[in-house]
């Protein structure tokens, strides 16, 4: 087992002063070592070939590829970045994203996903909707009386993001209103137009 020389490892072992260590299949660099690594599994002891399929496969590019389930108790973490991993706590029904140490993305059984920060798409972003269901769609909320979500435009101008228009929900009182604001050359949001809940169109230019 424990080969040298241009003889082919299966397994090695090292000892020293403060750890014992064994290598299974590949050996250090001066050594011979086994190229695939290949474990299959029996669906019955008790039968012989009963089932035999092979469960995992470490290659020599060292992808490792299993015929079935991984189950990992809470986190599938990088290696080269200990803070950017998917995190699955407790029995929740929850996928969690994370990266730098905070959470970007969540993952419910609702089935909600929730965006810690921007969402950044160069091409389309598609929602199917039931036409007989019309609650459903993009919700933008705010938490603030005066004012809903909106939709801001933006254009890349000498290198900086500029927001040129926008698209705000607003109230008065329990009414709402929609605003159509555009930017001057100071990149500052004027209403252009608003639409109230009287479906009056107040226009503020020509």
């Known amino acids: 087992l ?3 020389g241009n003889n082919v490892s ?3 072992y ?3 002063s403060s750890a014992n260590t064994v290598y299974y299949g590949s050996a250090d660099n001066s050594h011979s070592g086994l190229q695939n690594h290949r474990f299959y599994v029996n669906a019955d002891p008790n039968t012989p070939g009963s089932g035999h399929t092979e469960a995992l496969h470490i290659a020599s590019n060292t992808n490792a590829t299993f015929a079935g389930n991984i189950s ?3 986190k599938i973490i990088h290696s080269g970045d200990t803070n950017t991993y998917i995190q699955f706590p407790g029995t929740n029904d929850k996928i969690v994203f994370t990266t730098n140490g905070s959470d970007h993305l969540t993952l419910d059984a609702t089935p909600n996903a929730t965006f810690a920060g921007n969402v950044i798409t160069s091409g389309e972003i598609t929602i199917n909707n ?3 269901d019309n609650d459903k769609g993009i919700h933008i909320k705010n938490d603030t009386d005066a004012y809903g979500g909106g939709i801001t435009f933006w254009t890349e101008y000498s290198g ?3 927001n040129i228009a926008r698209i705000q929900g607003g109230t008065n009182g329990s009414n709402g209103i929609l605003y159509l604001q555009t930017a001057n050359t100071s990149k500052v949001l004027t209403t252009a137009l ?3 809940f009287n479906q009056d169109a107040i226009f503020r230019g020509d």
Do not use: K, P, R
């Open 130 to 132: 039931n036409a007989s």
């Open 10 to 12: 299966i397994m090695q």
């Open 14 to 16: 090292a000892t020293n």
């Open 72 to 74: 990992v108790a809470e």
């Open 160 to 162: 900086t993001d500029t």
């Open 194 to 196: 608003s639409l109230d």
């Open 2 to 4: 424990n080969y040298v």
